[in-house]
């Protein structure tokens, strides 16, 4: 196991890696990346949600009619977590067509739940090597000179 960067606390990568996947970007929030943590939520959570939007909420995490990309989707965590949670309570009536899609609109919605969750894995990883590796620095953004100063 990797030692700490100097002046860096140790970041459990497990625990990291457990925090990325329930929540996308906590990872990176965790390591102290803030802004790494924040983009990375927001997208994941706007490509996951504008899916169930455009697929249906009750027919677009469905592990039983889309076995292969609910394997993408759950990676996603929390976002695929209290879908199937709220699909498979018994407040639904299980013959009730609310919430449900099929053709293409279905697809679709599919396709971006499981490009979410596949997008959340990748940062999962990222966030657990950053965590081995001690490398959780924010890259500064460059000075930028202002338009009428100095130097133009």
Same mark, same amino acid.
């Given at each position: 196991?990797?030692?700490?960067?100097?002046?860096?606390?140790?970041?459990a990568?497990?625990?990291?890696?457990i925090?990325?996947?329930l929540?996308?970007g906590?990872?990176h929030?965790?390591?102290?990346?803030?802004v790494?943590?924040?983009i990375?939520?927001?997208t994941?959570?706007?490509?996951f949600?504008?899916?169930?939007a455009?697929g249906?909420?009750?027919s677009t995490?469905?592990p *039983?009619?889309?076995?292969h %990309?609910?394997?993408?989707?759950?990676?996603?965590g929390?976002? @695929?977590?209290f879908?199937?949670g709220? !699909?498979r309570?018994p407040?639904?009536?299980?013959?009730? *067509?609310?919430g449900?899609s %099929?053709?293409?609109?279905h697809?679709?919605?599919?396709?971006? @739940?499981g490009?979410?969750?596949?997008? !959340?894995l990748l940062?999962?990883f990222d966030a657990i090597?950053?965590s081995?590796?001690?490398?959780?620095k924010e890259?500064?953004?460059k000075?930028r000179?202002?338009?009428g100063?100095?130097?133009?």
């Open positions: 196991m990797a030692t700490p960067a100097p002046g860096q606390p140790f970041k990568p497990y625990l990291t890696g925090l990325a996947w929540i996308p906590a990872g929030w965790y390591l102290g990346m803030r790494r943590g924040a990375i939520f927001f994941i959570a706007l490509t949600w504008v899916g169930l455009i249906g909420f009750r995490i469905d *039983t009619r889309e076995t %990309w609910f394997l993408g989707q759950i990676c996603a929390g976002h @695929a977590l879908v199937l709220i !699909n309570t407040l639904w009536d299980p013959n009730s *067509t609310v449900m %099929w053709g293409k609109s697809d679709i919605g599919v396709v971006y @739940a490009v979410a969750g596949l997008l !959340n940062a999962v090597v950053r081995i590796s001690g490398d959780v890259v500064p953004r000075a000179p202002r338009p100063s100095d130097g133009q």
